[in-house]
Structures are given as structure tokens and as C-alpha cells.
């Protein structure tokens, strides 16, 4: 599996970014699929996870402040962040799910001035 991810970038705090997430291959082959983070000198932490059913699960840090969504004809998954804070800083990973296994792309890096 290829997860290519893009969208990240420099933003003010306050501003929005969207990253998307293209997977080389189905989507609803995956049990979830979603976004970590790793802000440096700290461990990879969860975002937000959409399951196959488009469910969503958010970190409580984002909870409110970001969306993910998930489209299966384009075997994509975005995630609109809004809000950004300086906290927000990292270099975020998109990820593919399945039960015993997980798939990651590159990152991107986002970077939220104050």
C-alpha cells in the first residue's frame, strides 16, 4: 500500500490547513483509516481515526477544532483543521488500518506560527 500525503504547511495561529491523504488502494479495504502527529522531541500521538463506516474518533486536543472525512471513489481522506494553534506544530502522518496491522505514508509538516 502507497499513502501519499499532502496539504501541510505554514499557517498563522488562527488559520486553517486541510491535509488529504490518497491511498493506492481502497480505502474499504481498511478497517480505519486516519492521522498522527509528532511534534518534535515527543512520541507519535493519534488525531483522528475514520472507520469504514465513517465513524470518526478524535484526539481531545482537536476535538471540535479539526474534521476528518473520508471518499471512497477517491480513496482519499482529508482532514480540515481549523483554529491552529502553536501546540499544533508537527509533522503529520497518514496512516492505514487494519486489525494486527498499520500502513504509513510520509509526512507532512505543519507549522503553526504564533
Known amino acids: 500500500v502507497q499513502l501519499q500525503a499532502s496539504g501541510g504547511g505554514l499557517v498563522e495561529a488562527g488559520g486553517s490547513l486541510r491535509l488529504s491523504c490518497t491511498n493506492s488502494?481502497?480505502?474499504?479495504?481498511?478497517?480505519?483509516m486516519g492521522w498522527y502527529r509528532q511534534a518534535p522531541g515527543k512520541s507519535r500521538e493519534m488525531v483522528a481515526l475514520i472507520d469504514r463506516g465513517g465513524r470518526p474518533n478524535y484526539a481531545g486536543s482537536v476535538e471540535g477544532r479539526f474534521a476528518i472525512s473520508r471518499d471512497s471513489a477517491k480513496n482519499m481522506v482529508d482532514l480540515q483543521m481549523n483554529n491552529l494553534e502553536p501546540e499544533d506544530t508537527a509533522v503529520y502522518y497518514c496512516?492505514?488500518?487494519?486489525?494486527?496491522?498499520?500502513?504509513w505514508g510520509q509526512g507532512t509538516l505543519v507549522t503553526v506560527s504564533s
Open positions: 496512516s492505514a488500518i487494519l486489525i494486527g496491522k498499520q500502513y
Open positions: 488502494k481502497s480505502i474499504d479495504s481498511y478497517n480505519a
